[in-house]
Protein backbone atom coordinates (compact mmCIF):
# COMPACT_ATOMS: atom_id res chain seq x y z
CA UNK A 1 0.00 0.00 0.00
CA UNK A 2 1.49 3.45 -1.62
CA UNK A 3 1.90 6.18 1.42
CA UNK A 4 1.83 8.76 -1.35
CA UNK A 5 0.93 12.38 1.07
CA UNK A 6 -0.56 15.13 -0.11
CA UNK A 7 0.28 16.80 2.96
CA UNK A 8 4.19 17.38 3.14
CA UNK A 9 4.16 19.99 0.57
CA UNK A 10 5.72 22.90 1.66
CA UNK A 11 5.60 26.85 0.99
CA UNK A 12 9.74 26.33 -0.51
CA UNK A 13 8.64 23.55 -2.33
CA UNK A 14 6.11 24.45 -4.10
CA UNK A 15 8.11 27.88 -4.81
CA UNK A 16 10.80 26.01 -6.14
CA UNK A 17 8.62 23.74 -8.38
CA UNK A 18 7.28 26.79 -9.73
CA UNK A 19 10.97 27.48 -10.75
CA UNK A 20 12.12 24.68 -11.97
CA UNK A 21 9.42 23.48 -13.87
CA UNK A 22 10.23 26.10 -16.27
CA UNK A 23 12.87 24.16 -17.84
CA UNK A 24 11.59 20.86 -17.75
CA UNK A 25 7.73 19.80 -17.21
CA UNK A 26 6.61 23.34 -18.98
CA UNK A 27 8.65 22.57 -21.24
CA UNK A 28 7.06 18.85 -22.32
CA UNK A 29 3.51 20.19 -21.10
CA UNK A 30 4.04 22.56 -24.25
CA UNK A 31 4.55 19.84 -26.53
CA UNK A 32 1.44 17.58 -24.89
CA UNK A 33 -0.39 21.30 -25.73
CA UNK A 34 1.07 21.06 -29.12
CA UNK A 35 0.17 17.28 -30.00
CA UNK A 36 -3.49 17.44 -28.82
CA UNK A 37 -3.88 21.22 -30.64
CA UNK A 38 -5.68 23.25 -28.70
CA UNK A 39 -7.06 25.99 -29.99
CA UNK A 40 -9.78 28.72 -30.12
CA UNK A 41 -12.69 28.06 -28.76
CA UNK A 42 -11.51 24.87 -26.70
CA UNK A 43 -12.46 24.04 -23.36
CA UNK A 44 -9.74 23.03 -21.72
CA UNK A 45 -9.78 21.21 -18.28
CA UNK A 46 -6.00 20.75 -16.68
CA UNK A 47 -5.71 18.03 -13.89
CA UNK A 48 -2.87 18.40 -11.53
CA UNK A 49 -2.14 21.69 -13.14
CA UNK A 50 0.36 22.37 -9.74
CA UNK A 51 1.20 26.27 -10.14
CA UNK A 52 -0.41 26.40 -13.61
CA UNK A 53 2.27 27.71 -15.79
CA UNK A 54 1.15 25.46 -18.17
CA UNK A 55 -2.47 26.31 -18.05
CA UNK A 56 -1.14 30.41 -18.25
CA UNK A 57 -0.43 28.71 -21.55
CA UNK A 58 -2.70 27.27 -22.38
CA UNK A 59 -5.15 30.14 -21.81
CA UNK A 60 -3.48 32.54 -24.73
CA UNK A 61 -3.99 29.61 -27.17
CA UNK A 62 -7.87 29.65 -26.10
CA UNK A 63 -8.76 33.41 -25.71
CA UNK A 64 -10.85 34.73 -26.19
CA UNK A 65 -13.62 32.52 -26.41
CA UNK A 66 -12.09 29.08 -24.82
CA UNK A 67 -11.85 28.53 -21.07
CA UNK A 68 -8.96 26.90 -18.92
CA UNK A 69 -9.56 25.58 -15.75
CA UNK A 70 -6.91 23.43 -13.79
CA UNK A 71 -7.24 21.78 -10.36
CA UNK A 72 -5.13 20.11 -7.93
CA UNK A 73 -5.53 19.12 -4.66
CA UNK A 74 -2.06 20.78 -3.01
CA UNK A 75 -3.59 24.18 -1.78
CA UNK A 76 -0.01 26.05 -1.88
CA UNK A 77 0.11 25.32 -5.41
CA UNK A 78 -3.25 26.14 -6.59
CA UNK A 79 -2.37 29.85 -4.08
CA UNK A 80 0.13 30.24 -6.55
CA UNK A 81 -1.59 29.77 -9.72
CA UNK A 82 -4.30 32.13 -8.18
CA UNK A 83 -1.51 35.01 -7.86
CA UNK A 84 0.64 34.57 -11.37
CA UNK A 85 -1.65 33.25 -13.97
CA UNK A 86 -4.44 35.66 -15.47
CA UNK A 87 -7.55 35.63 -13.84
CA UNK A 88 -9.82 34.50 -16.69
CA UNK A 89 -8.34 31.02 -15.58
CA UNK A 90 -10.62 29.01 -12.93
CA UNK A 91 -8.30 27.60 -10.30
CA UNK A 92 -9.68 25.29 -7.77
CA UNK A 93 -8.28 22.74 -5.63
CA UNK A 94 -9.44 19.20 -6.24
CA UNK A 95 -8.57 15.59 -7.55
CA UNK A 96 -8.59 13.10 -10.28
CA UNK A 97 -10.68 10.79 -8.37
CA UNK A 98 -13.34 13.57 -7.59
CA UNK A 99 -14.48 15.38 -10.93
CA UNK A 100 -18.33 15.98 -9.20
CA UNK A 101 -17.92 19.58 -9.75
CA UNK A 102 -17.66 19.32 -13.50
CA UNK A 103 -20.96 18.71 -15.63
CA UNK A 104 -20.98 15.56 -17.99
CA UNK A 105 -19.79 16.83 -21.24
CA UNK A 106 -18.07 20.38 -20.30
CA UNK A 107 -14.96 20.01 -21.43
CA UNK A 108 -13.39 19.57 -25.15
CA UNK A 109 -9.87 18.70 -23.45
CA UNK A 110 -8.45 17.08 -20.56
CA UNK A 111 -4.69 17.40 -19.68
CA UNK A 112 -2.21 15.62 -17.54
CA UNK A 113 0.62 16.78 -17.46
CA UNK A 114 3.69 14.87 -15.17
CA UNK A 115 0.15 13.35 -13.06
CA UNK A 116 -0.43 10.40 -13.85
CA UNK A 117 2.20 8.42 -12.82
CA UNK A 118 0.93 10.15 -9.02
CA UNK A 119 -2.35 8.40 -9.27
CA UNK A 120 -2.18 5.16 -7.44
CA UNK A 121 -5.65 3.86 -9.15
CA UNK A 122 -5.78 4.74 -12.58
CA UNK A 123 -9.09 3.71 -14.17
CA UNK A 124 -11.72 5.12 -12.27
CA UNK A 125 -10.26 8.77 -13.22
CA UNK A 126 -9.75 7.62 -16.88
CA UNK A 127 -13.40 6.92 -16.34
CA UNK A 128 -14.24 10.43 -15.16
CA UNK A 129 -12.32 12.02 -17.94
CA UNK A 130 -14.50 10.42 -19.93
CA UNK A 131 -17.43 11.65 -18.67
CA UNK A 132 -16.43 15.31 -18.39
CA UNK A 133 -15.27 15.26 -22.23
CA UNK A 134 -17.78 16.11 -24.93
CA UNK A 135 -18.13 13.35 -27.86
CA UNK A 136 -15.09 13.31 -29.57
CA UNK A 137 -13.41 15.23 -26.80
CA UNK A 138 -9.16 14.80 -26.47
CA UNK A 139 -7.16 13.50 -23.56
CA UNK A 140 -3.91 13.80 -23.63
CA UNK A 141 -1.25 12.24 -20.88
CA UNK A 142 2.11 12.77 -20.66
CA UNK A 143 3.72 10.68 -18.10
CA UNK A 144 6.86 8.86 -16.60
CA UNK A 145 7.45 5.41 -18.26
CA UNK A 146 8.36 2.30 -15.95
CA UNK A 147 10.35 0.84 -18.53
CA UNK A 148 12.78 3.53 -18.37
CA UNK A 149 13.93 4.11 -14.85
CA UNK A 150 15.89 7.74 -14.66
CA UNK A 151 18.80 8.36 -12.47
CA UNK A 152 16.79 9.64 -9.49
CA UNK A 153 15.27 6.11 -9.44
CA UNK A 154 17.74 4.28 -9.91
CA UNK A 155 20.23 5.91 -7.52
CA UNK A 156 17.75 6.14 -4.51
CA UNK A 157 16.63 2.47 -5.52
CA UNK A 158 20.47 2.05 -4.69
CA UNK A 159 20.85 3.96 -1.98
CA UNK A 160 17.55 2.91 0.47
CA UNK A 161 18.47 -0.66 -0.50
CA UNK A 162 21.33 -0.36 2.14
CA UNK A 163 20.74 -0.20 5.74
CA UNK A 164 18.57 1.60 7.86
CA UNK A 165 17.01 3.07 4.95
CA UNK A 166 15.96 -0.90 3.90
CA UNK A 167 13.37 -1.34 7.05
CA UNK A 168 11.12 0.71 5.16
CA UNK A 169 8.88 -1.11 2.62
CA UNK A 170 8.40 2.32 0.03
CA UNK A 171 12.29 2.14 0.08
CA UNK A 172 12.02 -0.76 -2.64
CA UNK A 173 10.55 0.88 -5.60
CA UNK A 174 9.28 4.38 -4.76
CA UNK A 175 6.34 6.08 -4.20
CA UNK A 176 5.27 7.35 -7.71
CA UNK A 177 2.81 4.84 -9.77
CA UNK A 178 4.40 4.84 -13.12
CA UNK A 179 3.37 2.19 -16.00
CA UNK A 180 4.12 0.93 -19.21
CA UNK A 181 2.70 2.31 -22.65
CA UNK A 182 1.18 -1.54 -23.35
CA UNK A 183 -0.48 -0.65 -19.94
CA UNK A 184 -1.99 2.83 -20.99
CA UNK A 185 -3.14 1.82 -24.12
CA UNK A 186 -5.36 -1.27 -22.20
CA UNK A 187 -6.60 1.39 -19.50
CA UNK A 188 -7.21 3.56 -22.43
CA UNK A 189 -9.65 1.58 -24.29
CA UNK A 190 -11.28 -0.01 -21.03
CA UNK A 191 -12.23 3.92 -20.01
CA UNK A 192 -14.30 4.19 -22.95
CA UNK A 193 -11.02 6.14 -25.56
CA UNK A 194 -9.67 5.74 -28.65
CA UNK A 195 -6.10 5.78 -28.49
CA UNK A 196 -4.60 8.59 -31.81
CA UNK A 197 -1.16 8.30 -30.31
CA UNK A 198 1.07 6.27 -28.06
CA UNK A 199 4.85 7.45 -27.95
CA UNK A 200 7.64 6.76 -25.52
CA UNK A 201 9.93 9.64 -25.58
CA UNK A 202 13.60 9.81 -23.82
CA UNK A 203 14.12 12.55 -21.59
CA UNK A 204 17.00 15.18 -22.35
CA UNK A 205 16.75 16.77 -19.23
CA UNK A 206 20.19 17.71 -17.36
CA UNK A 207 20.39 19.22 -13.86
CA UNK A 208 23.68 21.58 -12.59
CA UNK A 209 24.62 18.66 -9.44
CA UNK A 210 23.21 16.12 -7.08
CA UNK A 211 22.16 18.67 -4.75
CA UNK A 212 19.90 20.40 -7.64
CA UNK A 213 18.73 17.10 -8.93
CA UNK A 214 17.26 16.49 -5.32
CA UNK A 215 15.82 19.59 -4.77
CA UNK A 216 14.10 19.39 -7.82
CA UNK A 217 12.45 16.24 -7.29
CA UNK A 218 11.51 17.02 -3.48
CA UNK A 219 9.47 19.92 -5.07
CA UNK A 220 8.25 17.43 -8.40
CA UNK A 221 7.34 14.97 -5.54
CA UNK A 222 5.44 17.73 -3.33
CA UNK A 223 7.97 16.28 -0.24
CA UNK A 224 7.36 12.51 -0.91
CA UNK A 225 10.91 12.15 -2.02
CA UNK A 226 11.93 10.63 1.09
CA UNK A 227 8.74 11.04 3.01
CA UNK A 228 8.52 7.56 4.28
CA UNK A 229 11.35 7.44 6.18
CA UNK A 230 11.85 8.73 10.06
CA UNK A 231 13.05 12.16 10.04
CA UNK A 232 15.85 11.45 11.98
CA UNK A 233 17.51 9.36 9.20
CA UNK A 234 16.39 11.71 6.15
CA UNK A 235 18.86 13.83 6.08
CA UNK A 236 21.41 11.08 6.26
CA UNK A 237 19.92 8.84 3.07
CA UNK A 238 19.40 12.66 0.91
CA UNK A 239 23.23 13.43 1.46
CA UNK A 240 23.98 9.74 0.58
CA UNK A 241 22.24 10.19 -2.61
CA UNK A 242 23.84 13.17 -3.58
CA UNK A 243 26.65 11.64 -3.25
CA UNK A 244 25.59 9.14 -5.64
CA UNK A 245 24.91 12.28 -8.23
CA UNK A 246 27.59 13.59 -8.04
CA UNK A 247 29.03 10.79 -8.95
CA UNK A 248 27.77 10.95 -12.40
CA UNK A 249 28.08 14.44 -12.94
CA UNK A 250 29.47 15.33 -16.36
CA UNK A 251 30.49 19.33 -17.74
CA UNK A 252 26.62 19.39 -18.54
CA UNK A 253 25.79 18.49 -15.15
CA UNK A 254 23.62 15.60 -14.33
CA UNK A 255 21.45 13.77 -16.94
CA UNK A 256 18.57 12.69 -15.69
CA UNK A 257 17.63 10.13 -18.34
CA UNK A 258 14.99 7.77 -18.53
CA UNK A 259 11.58 8.18 -21.11
CA UNK A 260 8.00 9.47 -20.54
CA UNK A 261 5.01 8.04 -21.92
CA UNK A 262 2.66 10.33 -24.33
CA UNK A 263 -0.54 9.46 -25.21
CA UNK A 264 -3.21 11.01 -27.09
CA UNK A 265 -6.90 9.95 -27.42
CA UNK A 266 -10.55 10.94 -28.12
CA UNK A 267 -13.71 9.79 -26.27
CA UNK A 268 -15.69 7.70 -28.11
C1 LIG B 1 5.13 17.14 -11.17
S1 LIG B 1 3.69 18.02 -10.75
C2 LIG B 1 3.05 18.50 -12.35
C3 LIG B 1 2.32 19.82 -12.28
C4 LIG B 1 1.88 20.41 -13.63
N1 LIG B 1 0.98 19.53 -14.33
C5 LIG B 1 3.04 20.80 -14.51
O1 LIG B 1 3.04 20.44 -15.69
O2 LIG B 1 3.94 21.49 -14.03
C6 LIG B 1 2.56 16.75 -10.26
C7 LIG B 1 1.23 17.29 -9.78
O3 LIG B 1 0.31 16.19 -9.66
C8 LIG B 1 -0.60 16.57 -8.66
N2 LIG B 1 -1.40 15.42 -8.17
C9 LIG B 1 -1.05 14.45 -7.31
N3 LIG B 1 -2.09 13.65 -7.05
C10 LIG B 1 -3.14 14.13 -7.76
C11 LIG B 1 -4.51 13.77 -7.88
N4 LIG B 1 -5.03 12.73 -7.21
N5 LIG B 1 -5.31 14.50 -8.68
C12 LIG B 1 -4.81 15.56 -9.37
N6 LIG B 1 -3.52 15.96 -9.28
C13 LIG B 1 -2.69 15.26 -8.49
C14 LIG B 1 0.32 17.14 -7.59
O4 LIG B 1 -0.38 17.86 -6.63
C15 LIG B 1 1.29 17.97 -8.41
O5 LIG B 1 0.94 19.31 -8.50
Known sequence: MSRLSLAL????????????????????????VAALGIG??????????????????IAELVAPDGTVTGIDPLPLRIAIARQKRPTTIRFEVGSAYDLSA???????????????????????????????????GRLGISTG??????????????????????AYPESQDGLAHHISAAELQALLAQAGFAVRSI???????????GDATIRFWE????????????????AQARQAIVEELDRLRTEEGIHLGGARIVAIATKT
Not at 40 to 57: E, I, M
Not at 151 to 159: D, K, M, N, S, W
Not at 220 to 230: A, E, K, M, R
Request: charged letters at 20%; hydrophobic letters at 40%; aromatic letters at 8%.
Open 9 to 32: DTADLAEHYEKVSADRQFRVGQKL
Open 40 to 57: PTDRVLDVGSGTGLLAGH
Open 102 to 136: FAAESFDVVLLNAVFHWLPEKLEPLRQFARVLAPG
Open 145 to 166: SREHRGVLQTIRGEVLARAPFN
Open 199 to 209: DVVPNAHHLPD
Open 219 to 234: ASSFGNSLGHLPVAIR
